[in-house]
């Protein structure tokens, strides 16, 4: 009965082997003039996506790792469907980049420091996410419900169209 | 005192403008193959980017319209900061966009259809909002945390540095 032992010892050896590479690139993403995170996506035990923060160097404010890594996984499996695909991020994702590990379907998620530690450093992703748990009206963000009816209108005609691609 | 009346009424006419414009991006984007949701992202009276959802076409999870609307204003305007830009949305941002709305310093945002309604027509919006707000132990979505020393370094090392651009 060896191999279940060997088998799970192996699997946590990779798992190290793909949050060290995420480290990696957050530690030299830093001197490259991007923010301190690193987003690593496995398939069956290859790496399928390997980058780092950079909304300062390319001002995008949506280039985070992981959703950086997202579109270049999708990119080089054409697809938007990354189900069976592991995520490694060097740090517990924003609300922004767990939307987008949702939407991707991604398998399993790994991460290492907090929310509550880059919220240390400066991020807001520790405000951003208590934003969240408030009703619209009680959020910093000025945010107004606009009542129109077409708006609704356009879901009727995608719900009655039968030739779409659902995601 | 006839003034602030008519700007208030100014201001509403240009409000429904802009929303009835996300909302014919969405209807017009289900006949291109895309999903039904629009944005559009007006600066001072101007209209710096107006996007549809690009998921399937583009092979792009995060291609919703909020996300393309954000890269392609920041493109356009050379930053990663949209301070003072408002943003129409055609449905409820998904927690995806709507972090991604804090983060890009949106000003403002209008939304029309709400995250029930999105769900309705089988989108998961609602579904990842209820994922949010569960410890992530409870989650659908399985979620590793790594304890591991390296991680943290590099908060340490952006901590210390002078010359960082903070975002």
Same mark, same amino acid.
């Given at each position: 009965m060896q191999e279940p032992i060997y088998s799970f010892t192996k699997t946590a050896m990779m798992e190290k082997k793909y949050m060290d590479l995420a480290i990696e690139l957050s530690i030299a993403n830093i001197h490259n003039g991007g923010g301190p995170f690193g987003a690593v996506i496995v398939k069956e035990g290859e790496i399928i996506a390997a980058s780092a923060n950079s909304v300062v160097p390319s001002n995008? $404010?949506?280039?985070?790792a992981e959703i950086n890594a997202i579109r270049d996984a999708c990119r080089k499996l054409g697809t938007h469907d990354l189900s069976g695909c592991d995520l490694y991020a060097s740090?517990? $994702?924003c609300p922004m980049c767990l939307g987008a590990i949702y939407w991707a379907r991604i398998s399993r998620l790994y991460y290492a420091n907090t929310k509550d530690d880059a919220g240390n450093i400066g991020f807001d992703d520790s405000f951003i996410y208590s934003e969240f748990a408030l009703p619209y009206q009680e959020r910093k963000l000025p945010t107004i419900r606009m009542i129109n009816t077409k708006a609704i209108e356009a879901f009727q005609i995608w719900e009655k169209k039968e030739d779409k691609t659902k995601y």
């Open positions: 995008d $404010p949506t280039a985070h740090c517990e $994702p």
